[in-house]
Nanobody, 123 residues
């Protein structure tokens, strides 16, 4: 059974940082591309970042503006999202997702999802 479990969300003030983690199990981690998405109330799910199976290439959504960094540890079956210079507009539920041999920005393409972790940024 495939499981993705996010952690690391919380409440921070504008300008602060958070590091999200997504621990996976039940899949061949090194064969999967991984993505982070976010969804605010009433909004469509939005691409934040993704990383290729071997970790050599990362992609970012336009809103990240150099503030976010995705990384993965294949030995720990875990993907991370470092978020710096957070803004109130970053408030959302953040989800990780996985798909074999894919690391694109289309959330509809991903096969497996975590339950999400809430990030709240106050001004």
């Amino acid at each position: 059974q495939v499981q993705l479990v996010e952690s690391g969300g919380g409440a921070v003030q504008a300008g602060g940082s958070l590091r999200l983690s997504c621990k996976t199990s039940g899949l061949s981690f090194s064969a999967f591309g991984l993505g982070w998405f976010r969804q605010a109330p009433g909004e469509e799910r939005e691409f934040a970042a993704s990383i290729t199976p071997n970790g050599d290439t990362a992609y970012y959504g336009h809103f990240t503006k150099g503030r976010f960094a995705i990384s993965r540890d294949n030995a720990k079956n875990t993907v991370y999202l470092q978020m710096n210079s957070l803004e109130p507009e970053d408030t959302a539920v953040y989800y990780c997702a996985a798909k074999a041999s894919y690391s694109g920005s289309d959330y509809r393409a991903y096969d497996y999802w975590g339950q999400g972790t809430q990030v709240t940024v106050s001004s």
